[in-house]
């Protein structure tokens, strides 16, 4: 069986909300609980100091790049200066298509929330 994470009282996870649970990012995406691995695919920011944007994709605190939760694929590349090199969005794209953020799985009990 799968190590299992305890990651807090499940009235602790509303909507917008990330948490740190080992190597997971646990978030609540549009009242849908996800669990994705902590380091971007840019340049290993901790992905649990992101946000969640109004299409329910996690957003990196570093440079804005943003994420499907469910299929950990990388939706924008990153922003700011990155932004302007030619082809590094859409690369980070592509090889999040091959390399995506690993998925936990997320499960409620008694109240409580956990990742394996
Ligand atoms: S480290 Fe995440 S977008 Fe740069």
Known sequence: MAREIEV???AELLPGTIHRADRYAVGNSQDE???VTRRCRHLG???ADGSI???GCL???WHGA????????MTRGPQ???AKIPGLGAG???LTRFLPLGRGTVVKRDGKVFVR
């Open 8 to 10: 807090g009282p499940a």
């Open 33 to 35: 609980l996800f669990a």
């Open 45 to 47: 920011a901790d992905l």
């Open 53 to 55: 944007d109004d299409n």
């Open 59 to 61: 957003v990196c605190p």
């Open 66 to 73: 943003s994420y499907d939760v469910a299929s950990g694929r």
């Open 80 to 82: 700011g200066i990155f």
């Open 92 to 94: 980070f794209k592509l």
